[in-house]
């Protein structure tokens, strides 16, 4: 079956520190893969998205995210967090016509 | 800028009321998609539409419908609102094309509490 897992529910990270958010994901064929965020009180806003080609992907506000086949992947990083990043993060994949999405991290950011 | 607008962004109802939530998009996309959104449970597709009067259920329509009258405009209905669809309901819209690897974009989000 199809599902993505974002195995850390709560993350707490220094601002200045780099940031790693974990994505797993289950698909039969090549996977679309996004990681939205959430801001207190927002909608979701796209970050980033994997559809082919280059497996590092650059995405806004300094994000990136790397596809890893062989680990069925697609971490998000950024190194260097502002205190404004602190938000709910979601990972999605893609599946038969609709989205699939992890259960999200909460990033917290101390300043 | 794209916009995707919820009618309301808090709304509290009762027990066994009708509840309408409304979104609106001024993309001129065709798709547009209802979700719930829960602690330690993501966000959950409710139903989807791809064009004006066509609908899908997604994971989770039980107790729920929805009215696509108009291109811009999808609205969620609750027949009779139970507490256990306290929630938040977010709506989205994407470009044209049955292809789900188009980005969506969603509205603030509509927070429900059903006492």
């Known amino acids: 079956a199809q599902s993505v897992t974002q195995p850390d529910i709560h993350i707490t990270v220094s601002e200045g520190a780099s940031l790693e958010l974990r994505c797993n994901y289950s698909?039969?064929?090549?996977?679309?893969l996004f990681w939205y965020v959430q801001s207190p009180g927002q909608g979701l806003q796209l970050l980033l998205k994997?559809?082919?080609?280059?497996?590092l992907v650059q995405g806004i506000k300094g994000f990136e995210a790397e596809f890893k086949r062989s680990q069925s992947s697609f971490n998000l990083r950024k190194p260097s967090v502002h205190w404004s990043d602190a938000a709910e993060y979601f990972c999605?994949?893609?599946?038969?016509?609709?989205?699939?999405f992890g259960t999200g991290t909460r990033l917290k950011v101390l300043a | 800028d794209v916009k995707v607008t919820q009618s309301s962004r808090y709304l509290v109802k009762r027990t066994g009321e009708k509840v309408f939530l409304e979104c609106v998009q001024d993309?001129?996309?065709?798709?547009m998609f209802w979700y719930r959104q829960d602690p330690g449970l993501g966000l959950r597709l409710i139903y989807f539409?791809?064009?004006?009067?066509?609908?899908e259920k997604g994971d989770i329509p039980e107790g729920y419908s929805v009215s696509r009258e108009k291109k811009e405009r999808f609205s969620l209905i609750l027949e009779s609102a139970s507490t256990n669809q306290t929630s938040m309901y977010l709506c989205?819209?994407?470009?044209?094309?049955?292809?789900?690897?188009?980005?969506?974009?969603f509205g603030p989000g509509t927070r429900l509490t059903v006492l």
């Open positions: 989205a819209s994407s470009s044209p094309g049955r292809e789900a690897n188009n980005e969506q974009f």
């Open positions: 993309m001129d996309h065709e798709n």
């Open positions: 698909y039969g064929a090549t996977p679309y």
């Open positions: 994997y559809f082919s080609g280059d497996t």
């Open positions: 539409s791809y064009d004006v009067k066509m609908k």
């Open positions: 999605a994949v893609v599946g038969t016509y609709k989205y699939i």
